[in-house]
């Protein structure tokens, strides 16, 4: 409160302000000249100059900046975590009983964990303040075809192939020339 008073008091407090409210004379005091500035401080409303903001009109193709501006944020957060743990699930079992579905949720699981993560840093480190406004949206764009083609060609190899969890089996299996001369 005082600090207001203090700021509105220097505001208004210039020179001439004070030969003007207080019309100095012989016969007021000092007190009396203090009093009345701040009298006037406290009664008159501290003008502050309104700026106009410039209308930006900003379209935003990531989901944080999308739920941050609504109430989801919130909701997206706590699925971005349950996905995160229930990683921890699906992986191991789709590893212990390799089947279609369990290689399509761990298909979908990683490439969403991983789409999100790298959205994250795209939206940390392409600011539109720092490399301009076609760049983050480009690389934001970029990161969705590049997530939509891996979640394809991640179910293309599930339905045409051994299946996820059998392939990372037989490349964890792959022996090298070294190890077979030994």
Not at 3 to 27: D, F, W, Y
Not at 65 to 71: D, Q
């Amino acid at each position: 409160m005082s600090l207001s008073l203090l700021l509105r008091g220097a505001v208004r407090c210039n020179a001439a302000n004070l030969v003007k409210s207080a019309r100095i004379t012989p016969l007021k005091s000092y007190s009396t000249l203090v009093a009345n500035v701040q009298r006037k401080a406290v009664v008159q409303p501290l003008a502050v100059a309104k700026i106009a903001a410039p209308v930006v009109r900003e379209i935003s193709v990531s989901a944080p900046r999308m739920a941050s501006a609504g109430s989801s944020h919130t909701l997206l957060w706590t699925v971005e975590r349950i996905v995160s743990a229930g990683l921890l699930a699906v992986i191991p079992a789709a590893f212990i009983a390799p089947s279609q579905v369990l290689d399509a949720l761990m298909a979908i699981s990683v490439v969403i964990h991983t789409h999100w993560g790298v959205e994250a840093m795209v939206v940390d480190y392409m600011r539109p303040s720092v490399v301009g406004n076609v760049l983050p949206k480009v690389a934001h764009i970029a990161l969705i075809i590049i997530s939509v083609a891996t979640l394809g060609g991640l179910f293309y190899f599930i339905q045409n192939d051994v299946g996820l969890a059998n392939g990372i089996k037989r490349f964890w299996a792959i022996k090298g020339k070294d190890a077979q001369k030994a």
